[in-house]
């Protein structure tokens, strides 16, 4: 069965930083496709990052790019979201979501909440 | 606003049928999978459809995805009271190189 499990996130002042984890089980992250995608309280999803399973490219909205960092430990089977200078526009809930092919089925975690305020 | 153009709301009685639409262009939906997730409140997305028309085991049957051009549409028949969450499509943007979403649907089942 696979899972995936975020941890990390928490309270955070504005301009504070944070690094969220998405560890996975049954599923090997290393040769997958992982996205970080948050929710806003009250509002749509919306996609944050992606780091590719080949060749490790990494991609990133607009509203986070310069500001959050994706990577992925392959010995520890996790992918991380590095985020800095913190806004209390990011509060939100972050989930991952990884998937092996673009034409194969996701999976998606439960997520982890990130409050950014004082 | 959302990249994908989604309904704010749709509503139908059980039993009935009901079709969600999500609008994009050529560097998006005309040229990448769909896909459509539905979320109920309080818990995180679950996944319907892949590959514009595939169900994840488990998904029942009621619910059918298709893709024509640049727009896709999700169709839920046989509405139970269970079906009410918001909807969401999502796909890549080639052109953007970002995934874009759908800004959701809200289903109430009358």
């Known amino acids: 069965e696979v899972q995936l499990l975020e941890s990390g996130g928490g309270l955070v002042q504005p301009g504070g930083s944070l690094r969220l984890s998405c560890a996975a089980s049954?599923?090997?992250?290393?040769?997958?496709?992982t996205s970080w995608v948050r929710q806003a309280p009250g509002k749509g999803l919306e996609w944050v990052s992606l780091i590719l399973g080949s060749g490790g490219d990494t991609y990133y909205a607009d509203s986070v790019k310069g500001r959050f960092t994706i990577s992925r430990d392959n010995s520890e089977n996790t992918v991380y979201l590095q985020m800095s200078s913190l806004r209390v526009e990011d509060t939100a809930v972050y989930y991952c979501a990884t998937r092996r092919d673009p034409r194969e089925r996701d999976y998606w975690g439960q997520g982890t909440l990130v409050t950014v305020s004082s | 606003q959302s990249v994908l153009t989604q309904p704010p709301s749709v509503s139908a009685a059980p039993g009935q049928k009901v079709t969600i639409s999500c609008s994009g262009s050529?560097?998006?939906?005309?040229?990448?999978?769909v896909s459509w997730y539905q979320q109920l409140p309080g818990t995180a997305p679950k996944l319907l459809i892949y590959d514009n028309n595939k169900r994840p085991s488990g998904i029942p049957d009621r619910f059918s995805g298709s893709k024509s051009g640049t727009s896709a549409t999700l169709v839920i028949t046989g509405l139970q009271t269970g079906d009410e969450a918001d909807y969401y499509c999502?796909?890549?943007?080639?052109?953007?190189?970002?995934?874009?979403f759908g800004g959701g649907t809200k289903l109430t089942v009358l």
């Open positions: 050529s560097s998006n939906i005309g040229n990448y999978y």
């Open positions: 999502g796909t890549w943007d080639t052109s953007l190189s970002v995934w874009v």
């Open positions: 049954g599923f090997t992250l290393s040769s997958s496709d």
